[in-house]
């Protein structure tokens, strides 16, 4: 193998490490906001002393679609209606 393969394949090799690194930290982040969105979800919908929440509960939603692609990933999954 030439210097100059060899250049190349080690800069390969760290841009894929390197980019296995950013894939794994931004799905810790992404999982760290479900967490609070979820926290946050549910508290809204506990309380229903606040008044009217619907919008923000429907702007969680549109955020988590937005993130994760899925938009009922915070719902309870726990019923078998609509399976």
């Given at each position: 193998?030439?210097?100059?393969?060899?250049?190349?394949?080690?800069?390969?090799?760290?841009?894929?490490?390197?980019?296995?690194?950013?894939?794994?930290?931004?799905?810790?982040?992404?999982?760290?906001?479900?967490?609070?969105?979820?926290?946050?979800?549910?508290?809204?919908?506990?309380?229903?002393?606040?008044g009217?929440?619907?919008?923000?509960?429907?702007?969680?939603?549109?955020?988590v679609?937005?993130?994760?692609?899925d938009?009922?990933?915070?719902?309870?999954?726990?019923?078998?209606?609509?399976?």
């Amino acid at each position: 193998m030439t210097k100059a393969e060899n250049r190349a394949a080690a800069k390969a090799y760290h841009q894929e490490r390197m980019r296995k690194i950013d894939e794994g930290a931004r799905a810790k982040a992404v999982e760290s906001e479900l967490v609070e969105l979820d926290r946050l979800r549910r508290y809204l919908i506990r309380e229903r002393t606040l008044g009217y929440v619907r919008p923000l509960i429907n702007a969680i939603d549109d955020y988590v679609e937005q993130i994760t692609g899925d938009r009922t990933r915070l719902h309870a999954k726990n019923h078998s209606i609509g399976r």
